[in-house]
């Protein structure tokens, strides 16, 4: 990974409820941030947070972190003004799909630039007593400034995340079929409008926590996993045959 650990000038693209919490133990690090995004920010930041897209893409950030919903990124990306830069950058983003981002980042972020694409595998509950031992994804796209890339994954190995470098399509297939079928389970448990009751066994207790995590995700960020990672759909047909099999073997038994 690298030993670097230089203090940071961090650019985030989208400041919601994900990037208000990676900027929170950033900041405890002691990098400096600064934020663009759709809404006004700047109860939170306040001068750090740069309304003009022109001027913040000329601070001479090290880092600028696309932290937008997975279904707008394509919209941001492209209307970034590029030309603002001052000097090469770090481009890294976090979204909960790698392909895409992989993909258009390596369209329209400047040669001159690096990229890195990342997903923390855990969010403000999961990650709300420290990032210890939770896993962090990352593929190295384009690194020429290893020192900038490693001060920037070094934010997360310092934290004590589990590092684990693999390729955007490859975590695309594993994320189709753990997070997305996590996230589906839950949202069909939503609907289900199951609740707690007296006599809860530990199993269904585990089953209303999926149920209330992916209730906290936005439905962009559900849709964005369906819609831009192109191993969700097979996952949505096994786990259609995969009930109607279930229900067969008891009908056959009635
Ligand atoms: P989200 O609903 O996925 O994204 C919210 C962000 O997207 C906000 O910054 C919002 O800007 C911006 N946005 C949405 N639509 C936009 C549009 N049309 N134009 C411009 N900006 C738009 O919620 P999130 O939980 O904060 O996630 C942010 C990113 O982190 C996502 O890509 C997600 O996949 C990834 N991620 C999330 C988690 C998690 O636990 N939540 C974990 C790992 C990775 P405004 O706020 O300015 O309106």
Redesign the pocket.
């Known amino acids: 990974m690298g030993t670097s650990t230089r203090q940071l000038n961090i650019g ?1 693209i ?8 990676l900027a929170k133990t950033m900041t405890k690090q002691g990098h400096l941030i600064r934020a663009t ?5 700047s109860a939170h930041l306040g001068d750090n947070f740069i309304r003009d897209m022109d001027e913040f893409m000329g601070l001479e950030h090290d880092v600028i972190l ?8 394509s ?2 990306v492209k209307s970034i003004p590029f030309h603002c830069l001052k000097k090469p950058t770090l481009f890294a ?5 790698k392909e895409h ?1 992989r993909q258009l980042l390596l369209q329209e972020v400047p040669e001159d630039s690096d990229l890195v694409c990342t ?9 709300k007593d420290g990032w210890k031992g939770l896993n962090f994804m990352y593929e190295r796209v384009r690194v020429r400034d290893e020192d900038i890339c490693s001060s920037f994954l070094n934010i997360f190995e310092y934290e004590g995340c589990k590092m684990i470098e693999m390729t955007c399509e490859e975590h695309d297939r594993l994320a189709a079929q753990s997070q997305f079928v996590t996230h589906t389970i839950g949202r069909i448990l939503s609907e289900m409008q199951l609740t707690n009751t007296q006599i809860n066994t530990k199993g269904f207790e585990k089953l209303i926590q999926v149920k209330e995590s992916a209730a ?6 559900y849709s ?2 369906f819609i831009h990672n192109r191993f969700a759909k097979q996952q949505m047909k096994n786990l259609e045959s995969a009930l109607e099999r279930v229900k067969g073997l008891l009908e056959a038994k009635m």
């Open positions: 985030f989208g400041f919601g409820s994900f990037a208000q919490f995004s759709r809404s006004d920010y696309i932290c937008t919903s997975i279904v707008s990124v919209e941001v983003d976090v979204l909960s799909v981002p997903h923390p595998m855990f969010g403000p509950e999961s990650g906290k995700d936005s439905f962009d960020l964005g996993l």
